[in-house]
T-cell receptor
Framework: DAGVIQSPRHEVTEMGQEVTLRCKPI?????LFWYRQTMMRGLELLIY????????DSGMPEDRFSAKMPNASFSTLKIQPSEPRDSAVYFC?????????????FGPGTRLTVL | AQSVAQPEDQVNVAEGNPLTVKCTYS??????LFWYVQYPNRGLQFLLK??????LVKGSYGFEAEFNKSQTSFHLKKPSALVSDSALYFC????????????FGTGTRLQVFP
């Protein structure tokens, strides 16, 4: 299995620009998660989807952040406009989503730098 | 409130010595517990989990963890540390209010010295 795929792996942009991060979950997984990792705040859950429907977006920092999952094999996390404080590593994870015992599998992450 | 605590920011151990990375949890009911490892510039990798059954769980790369209900702990252990085990380790517990979600600890950095 290819695992969770994220692109791009690195993104450098200027403040005010739109940034789109992409994720392809493991085939057959029903739940998808977006996390953000920083030194200051550690690992934070931003939003998660089950069967392509957003279930909990309480971790999304503000309206500049939005996420979509148009189908079972693709999700995007968009930041518009970006700010330097958005610099972080963004991870996508997926799980079967049938029981609480299911394991979450993480992608390699996208390292975002906003100048 | 549900939570998981990793009391040590960093653990140092000499290669060949046993290692322990500590984790305690607070959750009502039966906990589902997980350990993940993060190597530099990589995503989190699943190591092992406790769902039910034997309190000693064996996982990847020679790691194991012991579930202790009375002490509400789930410490990660390895009998003989390798320099390549140096990484960031996360403990997590399943959120019983929303069983799709994991509650992660703050992470413990393991440094194995040659």
């Amino acid at each position: 299995d290819a695992g969770v795929i994220q692109s791009p792996r690195h993104e450098v942009t200027e403040m005010g620009q739109e940034v789109t991060l992409r994720c392809k979950p493991i085939s057959g997984h029903n739940s998808l998660f977006w996390y953000r990792q920083t030194m200051m705040r550690g690992l934070e859950l931003l939003i998660y989807f089950n069967n392509n429907v957003p279930i909990d977006d309480s971790g999304m920092p503000e309206d500049r952040f939005s996420a979509k999952m148009p189908n079972a094999s693709f999700s995007t996390l968009k930041i518009q406009p970006s700010e330097p404080r958005d610099s972080a590593v963004y991870f996508c994870a997926s799980t079967l989503g049938y029981t609480g015992a299911d394991t979450q599998y993480f992608g390699p992450g996208t390292r975002l730098t906003v100048l | 409130a549900q939570s998981v605590a990793q009391p040590e920011d960093q653990v140092n151990v000499a290669e060949g010595n046993p290692l322990t990375v500590k984790c305690t949890y607070s959750v009502s009911g039966n906990p589902y517990l997980f350990w993940y490892v993060q190597y530099p510039n990589r995503g989190l990798q699943f190591l092992l989990k406790y769902i039910t059954g034997d309190n000693l769980v064996k996982g990847s790369y020679g790691f194991e963890a012991e579930f202790n209900k009375s002490q509400t702990s789930f410490h990660l252990k390895k009998p003989s540390a390798l320099v390549s085990d140096s990484a960031l380790y996360f403990c997590a517990v399943r959120d019983i209010r929303d069983t799709d979600k994991l509650i992660f600890g703050t992470g413990t950095r393991l440094q194995v010295f040659p």
